[in-house]
């Protein structure tokens, strides 16, 4: 069983940065994908960026391409998203996944766990 518990949401103005932080408890992200995900009010919950932990491989939704990193800790077994240039369509729960295997996956049906979700809001 993994436990994710997301931090680090809030409110911001358009252009400025965030960092959310995905720390998992009960099993090392060792041998899984981490997945960010947003859903913003009336609208489907949409991957933003994920990570395949062992490998390093990282895939960006064209939306945050060039503006979002996401990072790994193996340390702290804790995933980052780091959010610059924010935009009020950034706007969103923001909810970290993890899926066995290493496999970067978009389709939230694939993702085995989930966080809680920490709210952005982007001001304009």
């Known amino acids: 069983q993994v436990q994710l518990v997301e931090s680090g949401g809030g409110l911001v103005q358009a252009g400025g940065s965030l960092r959310l932080s995905c720390a998992a408890s009960?099993?090392?992200?060792?041998?899984?994908?981490i997945g960010w995900f947003r859903q913003a009010p009336g609208k489907e919950r949409e991957f933003v960026a994920g990570?395949?932990?062992?490998?390093?491989?990282?895939h960006y939704a064209d939306s945050v391409k060039g503006r979002f990193t996401i990072s790994g800790d193996n340390a702290k077994n804790t995933v980052y998203l780091q959010m610059n240039s924010l935009k009020p369509e950034d706007t969103a729960v923001y909810y970290c996944?993890?899926?066995?295997?290493?496999?970067?996956?978009?389709?939230?049906?694939?993702?085995?766990?989930w966080g809680q979700g920490t709210q952005v809001t982007v001001s304009s």
């Open positions: 009960g099993r090392t992200f060792i041998s899984y994908a």
């Open positions: 996944a993890a899926r066995r295997g290493l496999v970067i996956t978009i389709t939230r049906n694939e993702y085995d766990y």
């Open positions: 990570i395949s932990w062992s490998g390093g491989n990282t």
